[in-house]
């Protein structure tokens, strides 16, 4: 019986970081995999900053667009348009993208399976033994789920969650002058439901057109992407994939770990609580995950994931609940120079929210808002 070292479940960017880190320490690593790449994976696919540096070393990411303006809107209304010197955020095809973190563990010496489904865990003090589809065992002295949020190894783990939302998405081919119209341009529009905000991603021949609102309203939040869409002058064009997934962000002292498994990525809820970004939070947890293995001390990836990723978490949910109460004001601050280069600075990698949040002019200001009358936006109703 094969008894590896550490055995990765799932192979997306929290799961194939985790296996080039361990790997390249000298780990003997199998990723297992459910699907086969490339596949496409329901995402924005916007790197920021954060994501780029983390890869930097790895691969070259396969950009299909650099945007530098970004249109900002409230509902459709109070448009307005703003421009960087460099780009603020580079985007991504998930297939592709997933694709060079496969080849990069692959060539860092992890051995990844693919078609292998994860049924069951079982663990002792020594070992962990996953049950698979067909019937037969994998054993590992230690296991990273990245397998997402409904996995199962966060099942095992009993990841706990604060905020569950409804993402929904469509990958559209667009006509010449349409590609023209978005390149180096993304839109964000804040929604009329509380913390609810749609996008346009453009990447090349094709755009990422989506909405995320909390879930239990997934009528309103529908009807939002239909009126979305027709605002737009979409309608009509044929979505060559029309998906929708749940973001799950964990409550601050969920377990990271039950035992020798760990979870990272979304299979831990670790993601920016805003603006649902979570593909830098992958890179980052995964890869932490990955050395805590290799440096065989593995509650020192819940002290990591504690020190480095917790307080950005907890200032994402602060921002959110600026948003959410008040989306006008969050809007009319983006429109000016300081809150454009707080944008920047986050999309850019140059500042988290952590820190912007911890800065002296930005604590009273939240503390003035905090005094004021809450206006929260009433709901979107079907047919609305």
Known sequence: MIIWDLIVVGAGPAGLSAAHAAARAGVRTLVVERAAHPRYKTCGGGLIGTSLAAVRDRIEVPARDRVDRVTFTRDGRREFTRRHASPVVTMVRRDEFDDRLRAAAVAAGAQIREHVAVRAIEQDPERVRLRLADGTTLTARAVIGADGSSG???RH???RYRQVDLGLELEVPVPPAEQERWRGRLLLDWGAMPGSYAWVFPKGERLTVGVIAARGAGEGTREYLRRFVDRLGLTGLPAEHDSGHLTRCREEGSPLRAGRVLVAGDAAGLLE?????????AL??????GMAVAAGELAGYERAVAERLVPEMRAGFRLLDVFIHRPGVFHALLATPPGWRMFVQFCQGRASFAEMLGRRPIRAALAMLDRLPSRR???IHPGS
């Open 152 to 154: 199962v190894t966060a």
């Open 157 to 159: 783990v009993g990841v």
């Open 273 to 281: 609580p805003w603006s649902r970004e979570g593909i830098s939070f």
């Open 284 to 289: 980052r947890s995964g890869e932490l995950a």
């Open 377 to 379: 936006p009433s709901p």
